[in-house]
């Protein structure tokens, strides 16, 4: 029901809907607030037991009023009721029931409660092994979990951003205002983060007055001043949700959350905060006291109460009652009667509690039951062995406060227990340049927080050696709690600690009897503390319960370790947006718009687009368009984009030494104006990259790389520069995206670029294979020229500075046409190459060797080169599998990559496996499948017929092993 | 985490990739007579401390200086970090043949 007062806007009502009902609320409510001002109390249903629930707290701790939001794509399970701020048209369906909340089929569950005790998982499902699958996961899954996926791809834009501060405080409480106020005006750099969209923390819950004045006018002053500090930054809906190595916070901002759509903002924004210092302000959570069926909708914490009646203007009820343990209790009672909610009686643990005003108190007395069976009507009071039943419609219970110490731990500090103050305490061991004031720190009344907020301020910035004064604070309430300990009460019946994961004390006594007493233990064995709320409301009851059955202290018992998230953090938001398109860089080649406009499809290589093949009109299966392209670059010419393979510039006096010493083979030898095949190894001596070294000048190289390996290659050189070789003179650059290079191959090849080139003899005596050069095309243009091949044809390479390339593509196109110049992509660069038998990625896996490679000799024995001494490994050098030629004895056969290799009539075993294939396709030129692979003594065995074996497509092809040069064996064309 | 680049001040650790252990600065002449001995350790074996490690990292996406970082595995706080050519220089000053220096 709706009282008075309140930081509502009644101007103005808003309408949502909850289950397909209508209702109305008004901006300030949360989801929460106004379904209790609906009288709603009936929320969802628990985990295991589906019993009815309702909300029990008011701020992001809430482990039952758990609702999904939205429709459609947008929607979102699992939100808290208490945190969903209210919008006009606002939908919001309960959970975990069928077919309605009010009477859902599965409550049947409840009856089944001694099965699905401590330990249910482990006990249940160890056997038969053969039920795993087929019963226990479809059965668990179907019962299990609260909301479902909309299963359709998220429509939102997230965001992620970087903050740098001097001191990010983190909430916004009295502490937190207090510590913001004192920094910001010392002129620090401050980012106040907290997870409400409004200023004040608990200052709005509460009737207290700040200089004898609503607090709301004291933070309303506040804001003002920190409107004018361009120092200090707020961050509203922004819950700072981890605590990371030096100073790194996460924080998730809502940034639209609370509208129906976000329009042309991001919904959320993940904000990566490094700060010098932080102060954590983040309040404390407020126990509950287990009791039997302590778990009916109206059962609320007694702050949560106070809280809906103060800021929201609502009570669950007209008539309500409290258990308490301490002094906070009679305040809830004071705060609801002075706005005209009766109270029943306050039960309170302690002998002597006094009353605060009007009511009835019962001392030394506990809650020991509860009826009403979608929401409470009665609890019984035993005091001193009798029971009464007293009406009432709402309960609150306040068992004292835990400091939210979550942030503090998450650096593996474990929380400290304070005896005096019955609560845990946040670690000596902090993550570093934190700071714990206010609640979190227990220093919870109002008086405490403030001025505890602006000394952790003033410590903060006196390491940071900027001066700063003390602010006034205003006079505020310091009343102590007068706490005396109570965890729960005891019975024989059921009485919930973890409402979200329906574990209650039985379970822990169970776990105690099974000897799962660690904490650690008593977490997995009952699955305590393991839902959504991380166990917020109910972790530290529970190992206080467990400390009473061990009969160690809680100090001893210990607690579980708090772990980021502080709340649940969407997978949306932790992507940032980088999804779709923005996953990663995409790199386009220069060529680019020319092959689009010219039908080309793509294809992802790494971050690149390539083009696969050009489909031209009339071709209707990509093989069509890449045996065409593979027959133009034999017959004609074809022009293919490589400017993907690395390329990187090496200039200096020893760029000839150092070249000597990265790669296997000899470099030094090399003459200005010729290019070299160059490998690579690993330091471990397996084969790791090859390419062309070029020598454009005295003490100036082109080396490439592969397209997957030009990241690492570039690395490992600079590592090779900076780390083993500093004394070399030499500097290296990567110019992969500096330059557009093309490939040019086919007999037509010499006279196509003789048409582009400014006056440059081409001629084979002039300009022979693996000769080299710096030139001009197109009447001006910088260019480099390569006569290399790798297709077995008559080719070169030809680069030109990267914002020419699509224009030289173009050109060459054109300038061809007679000479069958065509386009080709990387699916018949890739035949053209197995055909010649050269060896790529496929064959430079990693696992092989240069000897394997059919390269063994080029490894110099004559130098010192990076994985040439481990080239030599007995094991290495033993292997007698080499890259050999396959095709298929029955022309129409595949010949599928991955297969691996056997003599003919053996058993298909790994022991006598001899080898695989590891690049295959169709060859138009030789008119059958054909294959590379490496086969164990290949080079004795031109010739043989062996099988290559396909388990998986229980396929078994028949292979004769031939030459890996399909194409020109002797290598007439591309020297021609 | 960050990084304390000696030439550009903290950088965000997500600038740089990491290598490993710094030994990887020591390698052996490869044509020693005893080269096959001395690569194996060099290749395969590494310290694994729990507490103090020096360790390289490459400011990839920054100046591309490789790094010698001294990073506690433990704690994840970095006591330092210097150029890798600076560390080279300075341990063929002082080698006798050990450890990095």
Redesign the interface.
Known sequence: MRLSGGLIDRSRTLRFSFDGKTYAGHPGDTLASALLANDVRLMGRSFKYHRPRGVIAAGSEEPNALVELRDGARREPNTRATTVELFDGLQARSQNRWPSLRFDAMAVNDLFANFLTAGFYYKTFMWPRAFWEKLYEPAIRRAAGLGSLSMQGDPDAYDKGFLHCDLLVVGAGAAGLAAALTAARAGARVILADEDHRLGGRLLAESHSLDDRPATEWIASLEAEFASLSNLRILRRTTVFGAFDHGIYGAVERVSDHKPEPGIQPRQTLWRITAKRTVLAGGATERHIPFRDNDRPGIMLGGALRAYANRWAVSPAKRVAIFTNNDDGHRTAFDLISRGVEIAAVVDSRPNAQAKGTYRVINDAVVSGSKGRLGLQSVAVTRGGQTEWIACSALGVSGGWNPNVHLASHQRGRPVWDEAQQTFLAPADLPGGMIVAGAAAAQGTTHAALASGADAALRALNDLGIAASRPALPAAEDAPLNLRPLWHVPGKHRAWIDFQNDVTVKDVKLSHQENMRAVEHLKRWTTLGMATDQGKTANVSALAVMAEMTGKGIAETGTTIFRPPYTPVSISVLGGGNTGEHFRPRRLTPSHPWAAAHGAVFVEVGQWMRAQYFVRPGETHWRQSVDREVLAARKGVGICDVTTLGKVDVQGADAAEFLDRLYCNAMKSLKTGMVRYGLMLREDGQAWDDGTCARLGETHYVVTTTTANAGTVYRHMEFARQCLWPELDVQLISTTDAWAQFSVAGPNARKLLERVVDGFDLSNEAFPFMACANLSVCGGARARLFRISFSGELAYEIAVPARYGNALFARLVELGQDLGATPYGTEALGVLRIEKGHAAGNELNGQTTAQMLGMGRMVSTKKDSVGAVMSRREGLAADTRVLVGLQPVDPSEPVVAGSHLFAEGATQETATDQGWITSACFSPHIGSSIGLGFLADGAARRGEVIVAANPIQNQSVRLRVVSAHFVDPEGERLRA | ??IPHPLLGLR?AQEF?Y?GDAS??L?P???AEN??ET??P???LRENPAGLHRE?W?H?QGD???LVVTRNTV????LGAE???DV??RNRASRDGGDLA
Do not use: Q
């Open positions: 985490m960050l965000d990739s290598l990887l600065l390698r002449d490869g044509m080269a096959a690569f194996f060099y290749v395969y390289l490459f990839e591309r200086s490789w704690t994840h706080e970095i150029l890798a050519g080279v220089a």
